[in-house]
């Protein structure tokens, strides 16, 4: 039976664990931690959707990957910023022959691999190399999340749609056996996971959304829906969409599309009223992941000469937000 291991069972994390668990298609393990590791082992884990609602049993959960055999498939629900620190652990879990499954928001560590003209990490999100040295481009898939999740207390997600999407790409847009072995596990398990034939245009597509919400949302305090009310908001976050449009273009990915549709449907009134991830960082009193979704495209933009200042005030007030938060969590120095 496939090893399979859900390396930060935060929100996005447990509600795949959640199906691939109820499935028992894989022997699946679970690496969280704190009161939310310690209710997976007490009362299981649960799973609050719109159209179904259950409870499993974990038999393995940890809060050290050591612990653990080496696994055919590690699907990564770490945020890009804690990435880093794990990378040592990661790449020890993962088997000579095994995968990584990378559920990120925003601009992925391995974006550089394979691509031409470019080589090595990026400095914003793997500053000191070590994603690339101790997993390994070469053994990462790329997972764009098209799911709202939130953790509304230890051992319970909740997910606020009933159009759940993962889409699945290996970086040179392959249809390698490691890739058609991965979505068959997952939607075996009934999970909606589909191949992307590019992924790095479905990153740049996702950060549509991300970019434009997220920050807005956690430096407000609203949600889509609640901001609405207020027009000059949505100018803003039309603006970042605009720039990022523009960014795009010149790797050579085309978004206007995706960027003239964004709002519109049933899935995107959910997740209006759903809180973005870098929102319930911020109130949980989390770092958010700025530089993946804000600091790198700038980065991009400033490296080909595209104007992006928008983007570029949003992202220096949440590097403020941001910092201003950390330090704010640390406990002070005596006097």
Same mark, same amino acid.
């Given at each position: 039976?496939?090893?399979?291991?859900?390396?930060?069972?935060?929100?996005?994390?447990?509600?795949?664990?959640?199906?691939?668990?109820?499935?028992?298609?894989?022997?699946? =393990?679970?690496? &969280?931690?704190?009161?939310?590791?310690?209710?997976?082992?007490?009362?299981?884990?649960?799973?609050?959707?719109?159209?179904?609602?259950?409870?499993?049993? @974990?038999?393995?959960?940890?809060?050290?990957?050591?612990?653990?055999?080496?696994?055919? +498939? $590690?699907? @990564?629900?770490?945020?890009?910023?804690?990435?880093?620190?794990?990378?040592?652990?990661?790449?020890?879990?993962?088997?000579?022959?095994?995968?990584?499954?990378?559920?990120?928001?925003? +601009?992925?560590?391995?974006?550089?691999? /394979?691509?031409?003209?470019?080589?090595?990490?990026?400095?914003? +999100? %793997?500053? %000191?190399?070590?994603?690339?040295?101790?997993?390994?481009?070469?053994?990462?898939?790329?997972?764009?999340?098209?799911?709202?999740?939130?953790?509304?207390?230890?051992? +319970? $997600?909740?997910? &606020?749609?009933?159009?759940?999407?993962?889409?699945?790409?290996?970086?040179?847009?392959?249809?390698?056996?490691?890739?058609?072995? =991965?979505?068959?596990?997952?939607? =075996?398990?009934?999970?909606?996971?589909?191949? =992307?034939?590019?992924?790095?245009?479905? @990153?740049?597509?996702?950060?549509?959304?991300?970019?434009?919400?997220?920050?807005?949302?956690?430096?407000?305090?609203?949600?889509?829906?609640?901001?609405?009310?207020?027009?000059?908001?949505?100018? @803003?976050?039309?603006?970042?969409?605009?720039?990022?449009?523009?960014?795009?273009?010149?790797?050579?990915?085309?978004?206007?599309?995706?960027?003239?549709?964004?709002?519109?449907?049933?899935?995107?009134?959910?997740?209006?009223?759903?809180?973005?991830?870098?929102?319930?960082?911020?109130?949980? /009193?989390?770092?958010?992941?700025?530089?993946?979704?804000?600091?790198?495209?700038? *980065?991009?933009?400033?490296? $080909?000469?595209?104007?992006?200042?928008? *983007?570029?005030?949003?992202?220096?007030?949440?590097?403020?937000?941001?910092?201003?938060?950390?330090?704010?969590?640390?406990?002070?120095?005596?006097?």
């Amino acid at each position: 039976m496939t090893r399979l291991c859900v390396f930060g069972a935060g929100a996005v994390g447990s509600h795949l664990a959640a199906k691939l668990l109820r499935s028992g298609r894989a022997d699946v =393990s679970l690496v &969280a931690r704190g009161a939310h590791l310690a209710a997976l082992r007490d009362n299981g884990l649960t799973l609050r959707g719109v159209e179904e609602s259950f409870t499993v049993p @974990v038999s393995t959960a940890t809060d050290d990957p050591g612990s653990l055999p080496p696994q055919d +498939i $590690v699907i @990564v629900g770490l945020k890009s910023h804690s990435l880093p620190p794990a990378a040592a652990a990661l790449g020890r879990l993962i088997a000579p022959d095994g995968v990584a499954l990378f559920c990120l928001n925003g +601009i992925p560590w391995w974006w550089n691999y /394979g691509m031409p003209g470019k080589a090595g990490p990026l400095p914003l +999100i %793997d500053p %000191d190399g070590v994603l690339w040295k101790e997993v390994g481009a070469e053994r990462a898939i790329g997972v764009i999340v098209q799911s709202p999740n939130e953790i509304v207390a230890p051992g +319970i $997600v909740e997910n &606020a749609s009933n159009s759940n999407h993962f889409l699945l790409g290996e970086p040179d847009g392959s249809a390698s056996p490691r890739l058609e072995g =991965s979505l068959a596990l997952l939607q =075996s398990a009934g999970i909606d996971a589909i191949r =992307s034939r590019d992924i790095r245009r479905d @990153v740049w597509a996702k950060l549509l959304r991300n970019a434009s919400n997220g920050p807005l949302a956690a430096l407000t305090r609203l949600v889509g829906a609640e901001r609405s009310a207020f027009p000059e908001l949505d100018a @803003v976050g039309q603006a970042i969409m605009a720039e990022l449009v523009a960014i795009a273009d010149t790797q050579g990915y085309d978004i206007s599309a995706e960027a003239a549709e964004r709002g519109q449907g049933p899935r995107a009134q959910a997740l209006a009223a759903a809180r973005p991830s870098m929102l319930q960082d911020l109130l949980q /009193g989390r770092p958010m992941e700025v530089e993946s979704q804000l600091g790198q495209p700038a *980065l991009f933009a400033d490296e $080909v000469g595209v104007a992006a200042p928008t *983007l570029k005030i949003v992202l220096a007030l949440l590097r403020g937000l941001n910092h201003a938060m950390i330090v704010g969590t640390k406990p002070k120095a005596p006097a």
